[in-house]
C-alpha cells in the first residue's frame, strides 16, 4: 500500500480523451484505462483531492504543435482530427477537476500545470492515462525533474504493445518514482 496525503497529491491523468482511448492499446483496452481512471478519480474527489484531466490538442492547421525535423513525424491525419478528437471521454470530468490542455506529448512545458500544482501546495501526483510511454512518461519525467513525488498507477495506463508497456513500467518509471496499482493507493487526511 502507498498512503498519500490528499492536501499535498494530485491525481493526474493524461490523454484520456476521445481520439485517443479508442485506439488499439496493450496490455489494457482503452475503456478498461478509462473505468479505472474514473473509479481512482472518484476516490480523490471523495477525499476532497484534486482532479487533473490532461488533453492533447492542435490547431486545425497544426501550427501550434511541435515542429522539428525527426525520423518519424507525427502529422495530423488527411483531413485533420475528427472534430471531438479531444475531448476528454464522457463522464471523466467534474466540476471540481482542474483541465489542463497541452500541444505536446508532456503535460508541463507550455502549460500552466506547474503554476497550479505548486499553488496549491501539490508536492505528489499519481499518474495514469494514454500513452504510457509517450504522454504519461513524458510528464512523469518532467515531475520528478521539477522535485515531485512520482507515483503511477500502472493499471491506469496503456499503450501500443506489450513490450513498450513493459519497458516504460519496468525500467523507466522506478527511476521516476514508485510504480503500483490503483487498488493500492490510500489517501490520507
Known amino acids: 500500500m502507498i498512503s ?110 506547474d503554476l497550479q500544482l505548486r499553488r496549491r501546495g501539490i508536492d505528489t501526483i499519481v499518474m495514469g492515462g494514454i500513452a504510457t510511454n509517450i504522454g504519461v512518461e513524458s510528464t512523469a519525467r518532467a515531475a520528478y525533474e521539477h522535485g515531485y513525488g512520482v507515483v503511477i498507477a500502472e493499471d491506469l495506463t496503456s499503450t501500443f504493445s506489450e513490450d513498450m508497456q513493459r519497458f516504460a513500467c519496468d525500467h523507466i518509471f522506478p527511476m521516476l518514482g514508485r510504480v503500483t496499482t490503483s487498488d493500492l493507493i490510500t489517501l490520507e487526511a
Do not use: H, M
Not at 21 to 27: C, I, S
Not at 69 to 92: H, K, M, N, T, Y
Open 4 to 113: 498519500l496525503p490528499v492536501s499535498r497529491t494530485a491525481l493526474v491523468l493524461i490523454d484520456l480523451q476521445k481520439g485517443i482511448a479508442g485506439r488499439p492499446l496493450a496490455p489494457f483496452a482503452g475503456g478498461t484505462v478509462v473505468e479505472r481512471s474514473k473509479n481512482l478519480a472518484s476516490r480523490f474527489r471523495a477525499a476532497g483531492g484534486l482532479v487533473i484531466l490532461v488533453n492533447v490538442a492542435f490547431a486545425p492547421d497544426f501550427a501550434d504543435a511541435v515542429q522539428t525535423e525527426v525520423d518519424r513525424p507525427i502529422a495530423p491525419p488527411s483531413g485533420g482530427f475528427p472534430q471531438d478528437w479531444a475531448e476528454l471521454v464522457d463522464g471523466l470530468a467534474e466540476p471540481t477537476d482542474l483541465l489542463i490542455t497541452k500541444r505536446q506529448w508532456g503535460a508541463f512545458y507550455g502549460t500552466d500545470l
